[in-house]
C-alpha cells in the first residue's frame, strides 16, 4: 500500500485541531497518519513544519478562507455577517474537532517561538483582512467616516477567538449564533 500523503496530512490537521501543538506527540501523530516516524520526517520534515502545513491546510477548508470570500462579500457588514455565520456552522460542525484550530492554536513554550509567531501571523492576516474590508465599507460610504477600521476589526476578530473558546467548551451552535447576533448589533450605523 502506498503512502497518501494528503490522509495523513488531514489526520496531523484533526489531531492538532483537537490536541493543539504541544499535547500532539510525534507518537500521537504517526499512529494517527499510519506512518512511522522517519516517514513523517521524510514526508513533513518535522512537527513545527507538519503543524504549519496543517494550519495552512485548515485555513482552506471550505467557509474558512477569508481572503477570498471577505473581499467578494457586496458590503463590509455583510462580509463579517458571513465570517461569524461561517464561524458558527464550523466551529459546531459534528464529527470534527469543535472551535477553530487558528484561533485556538496556543503555542507557549519558548522552544516553540517560530511556530507561535508563525501562527500570531496567520491571526494578524485574517485581521488585516478584516480591516481592509472595513476601511473599503468606510469608503464606500457604508460605515461613518470616522470609524477606526483597525479597532472594528481587532473587535470581530476577538469575537471570532472568544466563539473558538466557547465551543471548545461545549456551546452550542444556536449560543454561536446569538453571539454572532449580539457582535453584529455592535456594528457601527451611518452617520
Known sequence: MSFDRDAALEAAMLLFWRNGYE????????????ITPPSLYTAFGDKKRLFLEA???????????????LPAAPSA?????????SATVEQTRKGLPRGCMLMSAAVGSPAEGEVQEAVIALRGLVENTLRERIERG???GELPVHTDAAALASFYLAIL??????????ASRKKLGA?????????????
Do not use: C, H, K, N
Not at 457588514?77 to 455565520?85: G, T, Y
Open 23 to 34: 499535547a500532539t506527540s510525534i507518537s500521537d501523530l504517526t499512529a494517527a497518519m499510519g
Open 55 to 69: 494550519v495552512s491546510r485548515y485555513l482552506t477548508r471550505p467557509g474558512l478562507d477569508v481572503q477570498q470570500f
Open 77 to 85: 457588514r455583510e462580509a463579517i455577517r458571513r465570517l461569524l455565520d
Open 138 to 140: 468606510i469608503g464606500d
Open 161 to 170: 477567538q472568544g466563539m473558538s473558546t466557547q465551543a471548545r467548551d461545549g
Open 179 to 191: 453571539l454572532a447576533d449580539a457582535a453584529m448589533a455592535a456594528w457601527p450605523g451611518r452617520a
